[in-house]
């Protein structure tokens, strides 16, 4: 069997599994329903690009960012400001002094570092520095929080941030990409120069400020209160069903309106990720064979050498980092727009971080089409291990009483067999197949 030809079976094989969720209630695992096997791929997919863009980084640069979930909460941030209708009087009220405290705040930080660089005393030129910011933070304290005030105190119930510019949602998927790849340039300029295990924590320490940032500053993005009702690139369901021509259209193929609106707009959704899904492969093809992705990885197996060869390794991992980082940022926009809300208190950086890079580890590291297969299989095992690890623990405790000790337990744990079940696929591939199911070339 050639490798063309296995790899393609694995992929078969996933969607064979998804054809299965749809149409099947075999072994209790199977849910038998084309809405849950069409919600399983559509987040998929969108891992499938999560998975993709961390392979840039780690793949072809070998630079560990775990800060994964701070660039895909910008992506969603970006659907709130793109695509949402501005507040009703919230940008008269606070919004330009918010835009002008951002300005200050921008120029201080501006400031800072030219006082650092023009000044060459070595006991003078920290204390100017550290003068510019404390004098630049009050100031831009002083401008920013009566904004803030006023824009919050604008219908807190329903609103209480600044909201969007109305644009088309789709418009928002790229926009997410640039925002993440601008946040990504900052950091990079920062922390690419610190050894990998630093670059890991730096990365989560940053994500974990994005996050508490979108928590915290309801102006921006309601906080815990969540941003609801987000637009959509596909019709409402409800407006689907009370389509005549649609409803008949439905009855001829044997659904009820409700299912099959459901099943348009999700599929819908399928075919929209695919695009993005199939556009960000080829481009990652291309660059893969290109001599520019050759020399990141020539750089990823010896900077050293690389360096001495004249390659700037700083700023092509840089590149790379950036490049990686808004394909999250791109995923994150989508996914906000697949749950049409955006909540920033579910976004968990260790739970989903481990996640992606156990699809990126699987489905073989350096490898685009790898990094696909292991987001579509490990989203799909992540979702169907809890109705198994439940399907299991009844087998185990079928001859206990009910009102068993350890049967109780066993059965109320089964919730918990996701993460030792990853744990296990991820030591089973490091053991029989360490470069991953669809190994690098």
């Given at each position: 069997m050639t490798e063309t030809v296995k790899h393609t079976l694995l992929f078969v094989a996933v969607g064979l599994l998804l054809l299965l969720e749809g149409t099947t209630t075999a072994f209790g695992v199977f849910s038998g329903s084309w809405n849950s096997s069409l919600t399983i791929l559509n987040m998929g997919l969108i891992s499938a690009i999560m998975a993709l863009g961390v392979n840039l980084q780690w793949g072809f640069a070998g630079l560990f960012n775990v800060g994964i979930m701070g660039f895909t909460a910008l992506g969603g941030l970006a659907v709130v400001l793109i695509a949402t209708p501005a507040t009703p009087g919230a940008w008269d009220a606070g919004g330009q002094r918010i835009l002008l405290a951002?300005?200050?705040?921008?120029?201080?930080?501006?400031?800072?570092?030219?006082?650092?660089?023009?000044?060459?005393?070595?006991?003078?030129?920290p204390l100017?520095?550290?003068?510019?910011?404390?004098?630049?933070?009050?100031?831009?304290?002083?401008v920013l929080d009566p904004g803030v005030e006023a824009v919050e105190s604008i219908n807190p119930a329903l609103a209480g941030n600044i909201?969007?510019?109305?644009?088309?949602?789709?418009?928002?998927?790229?926009?997410?990409?640039?925002?993440?790849?601008?946040?990504?340039?900052?950091?990079?300029?920062?922390?690419?120069?610190l050894r990998s295990d630093y670059l890991a924590i730096a990365t989560l320490g940053?994500?974990?400020?994005?996050?508490?940032?979108?928590?915290?500053?309801?102006?921006?993005?309601?906080?815990?209160?969540?941003?609801?009702?987000?637009?959509?690139?596909?019709?409402?369901?409800?407006?689907?069903?009370?389509?005549?021509?649609?409803?008949?259209?439905?009855?001829?193929?044997?659904?009820?309106?409700?299912?099959?609106?459901?099943?348009?707009?999700?599929?819908?959704?399928?075919?929209?990720?695919?695009?993005?899904?199939?556009?960000?492969?080829?481009?990652?093809q291309m660059a893969l064979k290109s001599p520019w992705g050759r020399m990141m990885r020539a750089i990823r197996d010896n900077e050293v050498a690389a360096n001495a060869?004249?390659?700037?390794?700083?700023?092509?991992?840089?590149?790379?980092?950036?490049?990686?980082?808004?394909?999250?940022?791109?995923?994150?926009?989508?996914?906000?727009?697949?749950?049409?809300?955006?909540?920033?208190?579910?976004?968990?950086?260790?739970?989903?971080?481990?996640?992606?890079?156990?699809?990126?580890?699987?489905?073989?590291?350096?490898?685009?089409?790898?990094?696909?297969?292991?987001?579509?299989?490990?989203?799909f095992l992540w979702i169907k291990v809890e109705p198994l690890g439940l399907m299991l623990m009844d087998i185990l405790?079928?001859?206990?009483?009910?009102?068993?000790?350890?049967?109780?337990?066993?059965?109320?744990?089964?919730?918990?067999?996701?993460?030792?079940?990853?744990g296990l696929i991820l030591l089973l591939v490091l053991r029989f197949s360490p470069r991953g199911l669809i190994p690098e070339k």
């Open positions: 951002l300005i200050l705040g921008a120029t201080t930080i501006f400031g800072a570092i030219l006082v650092y660089h023009k000044m060459s005393g070595k006991r003078t030129r100017a520095m550290i003068a510019v910011l404390i004098v630049g933070f009050f100031i831009y304290r002083g909201g969007g510019l109305g644009l088309p949602v789709l418009l928002a998927w790229p926009v997410g990409g640039i925002l993440a790849a601008g946040v990504a340039w900052v950091i990079g300029k920062t922390a690419l120069g940053i994500a974990e400020i994005i996050l508490s940032v979108l928590k915290n500053e309801d102006w921006l993005s309601r906080g815990v209160k969540n941003v609801v009702g987000l637009p959509r690139p596909v019709p409402y369901e409800v407006d689907l069903q009370n389509n005549p021509d649609f409803v008949e259209q439905a009855a001829a193929w044997g659904f009820d309106a409700t299912t099959a609106s459901t099943l348009y707009v999700k599929l819908g959704y399928s075919l929209l990720f695919t695009a993005v899904l199939l556009v960000l492969l080829w481009m990652a060869m004249g390659k700037d390794v700083t700023s092509r991992h840089l590149q790379i980092f950036i490049l990686g980082s808004a394909i999250c940022g791109i995923a994150g926009a989508m996914m906000t727009t697949l749950d049409s809300q955006l909540t920033p208190g579910t976004y968990n950086p260790l739970r989903f971080t481990f996640l992606i890079w156990v699809m990126v580890i699987v489905g073989g590291s350096g490898n685009n089409f790898g990094a696909v297969l292991g987001g579509l299989l490990v989203w405790t079928a001859g206990m009483a009910e009102d068993n000790g350890l049967r109780v337990h066993l059965l109320e744990s089964a919730a918990h067999m996701r993460l030792f079940t990853m």
